[in-house]
């Protein structure tokens, strides 16, 4: 959301100009341009993915990959208790059921919580590499080969991250992005599949157009092997896209260089922890995060940020979207119809969950949101006055 120029107006004004506002057909008219398909392409060729396919946000590619790997009515998935609440919606709206295991230090789930966590009748991990850096995926892939567990990698907040020279999303059996108007990079709202099974790449590219083959040259007359949905990305979105994924390298530089600046200088002070990084080298260095000795410290420092009037802090533990001890709909499981989890036997008293670690990691955690613009001035200023605050508390 911080950089918009000629690059992005130059990809939309393209689409406007051959009013070929649909990704599929319309060749008459769209003079070669093919934007969606571009965005797609340049994704592949970014990340270094066989199979990449545009929907229409993080949610519609979380429960793509989901239904694309045979996760569906009644099967349970472990899901971590800190994220986004999307993807929980998505297991649950499959119809299948979430089991929350323990995250650590990463923020993401552990090898310890998903293999305390497993049933007979667990299918698959819901793996969501949280505030840009990947989980311990070296970790967690043994436990999944071990129950032989289907992994599917939600990568909304980490475009770009990798572990150990691999992309974020590629570990699995697929993965899935946002680039909603808050993400490293975005087209507004949307988001995008990827996959090295071309089965699973076909499945996904069927259930998110009604099940379309997008075979031949007649789209009024394609096969329908499955049903599906309609989560297609316009070619508006995805020009925008585009233009976005194309700055990612710069981006991801600025946020790195920014992100060593104000943990260097946080080095300095006494009283901190920083997040447990898996892999340095592929943080996507959107947030800077660290810990401190309780939730008590927790609360007072946030309660001085705001005193000294310091943005861009994000205390979790209290976000309504993000831990589950907000999550009062979730837990309850409460939507308009009648969900599959309300006629089965849910796998844990969601209400009365036993997770003290996930607890103690969130209820201590700072997160610094990294900005890709800051000039070196206004880099160093706020640094300064996040120290200064801390500094008051500790």
Request: hydrophobic residues 40%; proline residues 3%.
């Given at each position: 959301?911080?950089?918009?120029?000629?690059?992005?107006?130059?990809?939309?004004?393209?689409?406007?100009?051959?009013?070929?506002?649909?990704?599929?057909?319309?060749?008459?008219?769209?003079?070669?341009?093919?934007?969606?398909?571009?965005?797609?392409?340049?994704?592949?060729?970014?990340?270094?993915?066989?199979?990449?396919?545009?929907?229409?946000?993080?949610?519609?590619?979380?429960?793509?990959?989901?239904?694309?790997?045979?996760?569906?009515?009644?099967?349970?998935?472990?899901?971590?208790?800190?994220?986004?609440?999307?993807?929980?919606e998505a297991v649950c709206?499959?119809?299948?059921?979430?089991?929350?295991?323990?995250?650590?230090?990463?923020?993401?789930?552990?090898?310890?919580?998903?293999?305390?966590?497993?049933?007979?009748?667990?299918?698959?991990?819901?793996?969501?590499?949280?505030?840009?850096?990947?989980?311990?995926?070296?970790?967690?892939?043994?436990?999944?080969?071990?129950?032989?567990?289907?992994?599917?990698?939600?990568?909304?907040?980490?475009?770009?991250?990798?572990?150990?020279?691999?992309?974020?999303?590629?570990?699995?059996?697929?993965?899935?992005?946002?680039?909603?108007?808050?993400?490293?990079?975005?087209?507004?709202?949307?988001?995008?599949t990827i996959t090295n099974?071309?089965?699973?790449?076909?499945?996904?590219?069927?259930?998110?157009?009604?099940?379309?083959?997008?075979?031949?040259?007649?789209?009024?007359?394609?096969?329908?092997?499955?049903?599906?949905?309609?989560?297609?990305?316009?070619?508006?979105?995805?020009?925008?896209?585009?233009?976005?994924?194309?700055?990612?390298?710069?981006?991801?530089?600025?946020?790195?260089?920014?992100?060593?600046?104000?943990?260097?200088?946080?080095?300095?002070?006494?009283?901190?922890?920083?997040?447990?990084?898996?892999?340095?080298?592929?943080?996507?260095?959107?947030?800077?995060?660290?810990?401190?000795?309780?939730?008590?410290?927790?609360?007072?420092?946030?309660?001085?940020?705001?005193?000294?009037?310091?943005?861009?802090?994000?205390?979790?533990?209290?976000?309504?979207?993000?831990?589950?001890?907000?999550?009062?709909?979730?837990?309850?499981?409460?939507?308009?119809?009648?969900?599959?989890?309300?006629?089965?036997?849910?796998?844990?008293?969601?209400?009365?969950?036993?997770?003290?670690?996930?607890?103690?990691?969130?209820?201590?955690?700072?997160?610094?949101?990294?900005?890709?613009?800051?000039?070196?001035?206004?880099?160093?200023?706020?640094?300064?006055?996040?120290?200064?605050?801390?500094?008051?508390?500790l």
């Open positions: 959301m911080e950089i918009f120029g000629d690059e992005e107006r130059k990809e939309v004004m393209d689409v406007l100009e051959t009013k070929a506002l649909f990704r599929y057909g319309y060749d008459h008219i769209r003079k070669g341009m093919w934007k969606t398909a571009e965005f797609e392409a340049e994704v592949c060729k970014q990340i270094g993915a066989k199979h990449a396919h545009a929907v229409s946000s993080g949610t519609a590619a979380v429960t793509s990959i989901m239904a694309a790997a045979g996760i569906g009515h009644g099967d349970k998935v472990i899901v971590p208790p800190y994220t986004f609440v999307a993807p929980i709206l499959a119809g299948a059921l979430p089991i929350f295991a323990e995250i650590d230090e990463t923020l993401c789930l552990s090898p310890e919580g998903i293999e305390a966590s497993i049933t007979p009748n667990t299918k698959a991990v819901l793996l969501i590499h949280m505030c840009g850096a990947a989980a311990n995926l070296e970790g967690i892939l043994a436990v999944c080969n071990k129950h032989n567990l289907v992994l599917l990698e939600d990568c909304g907040q980490a475009m770009g991250a990798s572990y150990k020279g691999k992309s974020v999303g590629l570990h699995g059996a697929a993965g899935a992005f946002s680039f909603d108007y808050f993400k490293i990079t975005t087209c507004g709202e949307g988001g995008m099974d071309e089965q699973i790449y076909k499945n996904i590219d069927q259930v998110a157009d009604h099940g379309h083959t997008h075979e031949g040259d007649n789209r009024g007359m394609e096969d329908h092997h499955v049903m599906g949905a309609n989560f297609r990305m316009g070619e508006m979105n995805a020009a925008i896209g585009l233009a976005q994924m194309r700055k990612l390298p710069w981006i991801l530089e600025q946020n790195k260089k920014n992100k060593k600046y104000i943990k260097d200088r946080l080095k300095e002070v006494k009283g901190l922890t920083f997040r447990k990084l898996g892999d340095e080298a592929g943080d996507s260095a959107t947030y800077l995060n660290f810990f401190v000795s309780s939730k008590a410290v927790a609360e007072k420092l946030f309660d001085q940020f705001a005193k000294d009037d310091v943005e861009g802090v994000a205390n979790w533990y209290t976000n309504m979207y993000h831990f589950i001890n907000q999550w009062d709909h979730i837990r309850g499981m409460k939507y308009p119809a009648k969900l599959a989890i309300h006629d089965l036997e849910a796998p844990q008293d969601y209400n009365n969950l036993n997770l003290p670690k996930s607890e103690d990691v969130i209820s201590r955690l700072i997160s610094i949101g990294i900005q890709c613009t800051w000039t070196e001035d206004e880099l160093v200023e706020y640094t300064d006055k996040i120290i200064g605050s801390i500094r008051k508390v």
